[in-house]
């Protein structure tokens, strides 16, 4: 078994943390003990990985960005939406490491950029915009841009989305050896996420496996198609155990891909679920963000809080604050 090296980048561990969630109405000011109504989970407070780089992409990262230094880059590249948080996560981290970073950002520019676009123009990143169908090819275009670089004598590591490769996902496999320093595994059914690109859920799979635990993994989908990312995550858990000879077979059964709350769209989210979330954070002082956790949040709730079980599946915050600044307007509907 080959154990990659990282750079200490995020602050570990993050709290796993019991919360109280009071769900009747008129509920501000209840004492939540007196509360028959409250709802009792784990949730493992990823958004704490760092003020700056906070979220889980900095535990891709910290893999990601140490072979970037020793292969020596003087610019790294990676993609995402205009919000991305992976990008911000990317940006933010390669300035701390005095390495410049490109970004293929889909979207548009915008005079008054907010949230994760704010935070990579105040990062010094260096942006293209890329419309959809442009962002369809992001790969072929960062690999372009490369070989132009490469030719100017530049050293250019390419992250792909996400930060999701058989590396990056280290980060999460890594990760269930310091949650099973604060809970006994065999307490717990499963894991609840929000998935994008997958790789926070592969990890998963991959650090159950390796602890020969049957805790589930839960992703909820709220980008690709879910056959296409069912498949991405299993490809990528297989992938890492093959690349770095884990002596550890992926139970397919262990994941499940939660579908049909993100029907509204990547970028956009449902009244209901901003009203979820923003009563939320009312009754516990926990922010979730409109793209990933809010929706996750949501699946979360019907699916798990309704029926009692919070204390055997721990909900994974995976950060994303920033992105509530891009949708101040809608939030403001509930406050
Ligand atoms: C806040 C947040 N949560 C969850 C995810 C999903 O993680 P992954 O891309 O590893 O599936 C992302 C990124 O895509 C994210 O930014």
């Known amino acids: 078994m080959k154990i990659p090296q990282k750079i200490n980048l ?15 109405r008129n509920d501000r000011f209840r004492n939540s003990r007196n509360d028959s109504s409250a709802k ?14 906070l979220g889980n992409k900095i535990r891709k990262l910290e893999y990601l960005l140490y072979e970037a230094k020793r292969e020596k880059a003087d610019i790294i590249f990676t993609c995402g939406g205009d919000q991305s948080n992976h990008a911000r996560a990317t940006a933010s981290a390669a300035a701390k490491l005095g390495i410049k970073t490109k970004l293929f950002l889909w979207g548009k520019d915008k005079k008054q950029a907010d949230g994760n676009l704010f935070l990579n123009k105040m990062y010094g990143a260096d942006i293209t915009y890329l419309d959809r169908d442009e962002f369809e090819n992001v790969d072929e275009i960062m690999t372009d841009e490369r070989t132009k670089l490469i030719k100017k004598g530049k050293r250019v590591y390419v992250i792909p989305a996400g930060g999701s490769s058989t590396l990056g996902i280290w980060g999460y496999i890594s990760f269930m050896n310091e949650l099973k320093k604060q809970i006994d595994l065999k307490n717990i059914d499963g894991i ?10 592969a990890g998963l799979l991959v650090g159950a496996a390796l602890n020969k ?9 709220v980008l690709h198609q879910k056959e296409f990312i069912r ?3 299993l490809q990528l858990a297989e992938g890492a155990v093959l690349d770095f000879k884990l002596s550890c077979k ?6 499940e891909i939660i579908d049909g709350y993100s029907s509204e769209g990547y970028k956009n989210i449902t009244d209901g ?8 954070s009312r009754s516990t002082g926990i922010l979730f963000d409109p793209t990933y956790t809010g ?9 798990i809080l309704k029926k009692g079980k919070g204390k055997r599946v721990v909900f994974l915050h995976t950060g994303g604050i920033f992105g509530v600044f891009s949708k101040q307007k809608p939030y403001l509907k509930f406050v």
Not at 15 to 24: A, G, N, Q, Y
Request: aromatic content about 12%.
């Open 231 to 233: 498949k991405k995550i």
């Open 295 to 303: 929706k996750a949040f949501c699946a979360y709730n019907d699916l």
């Open 10 to 24: 995020a602050h570990l561990p993050t709290p796993l943390e019991v919360v109280r969630f009071r769900t009747s």
């Open 192 to 201: 609840f996420s929000a998935c994008g690109s997958g790789g926070t859920a």
């Open 250 to 255: 992926i139970d397919k059964s262990n994941l």
């Open 273 to 280: 679920k901003l009203k979820l979330i923003t009563k939320f």
């Open 213 to 221: 635990t049957k805790v589930k993994v839960y992703a909820v989908n």
């Open 40 to 53: 009792e989970f784990l949730i493992k407070r990823d958004d704490y990985t760092g003020s700056d780089f």
